[in-house]
């Protein structure tokens, strides 16, 4: 049995029109945060979201 230790894997996700369209997987929160940054920028704010999420693994 492998015993890493846990790591987090930050995702950001861009959804159009309720539809997710994009995920991208990042080993750093500040790189993870420009990305969502430049997503947001281009997003259209009636319609469409960005989100970023942290996932734990082993």
């Known amino acids: 049995m492998?015993?890493?230790?846990p790591t987090i894997v930050w995702i950001v996700v861009k959804?159009?029109?309720g539809i997710p369209v994009?995920?991208?997987a990042f080993h750093h929160?500040?790189?993870a945060q420009e990305r969502e940054a430049q997503?947001?920028?281009?997003?259209?704010v009636?319609?469409?979201e960005?989100?970023?999420f942290a996932?734990?693994?082993a």
């Open 2 to 5: 492998d015993k890493r230790d």
């Open 15 to 17: 959804v159009e029109s």
């Open 22 to 24: 994009c995920a991208e």
């Open 29 to 31: 929160q500040s790189s």
């Open 39 to 44: 997503l947001r920028a281009e997003l259209n």
């Open 46 to 48: 009636e319609s469409d």
């Open 50 to 52: 960005v989100g970023l």
């Open 55 to 57: 996932s734990i693994t």
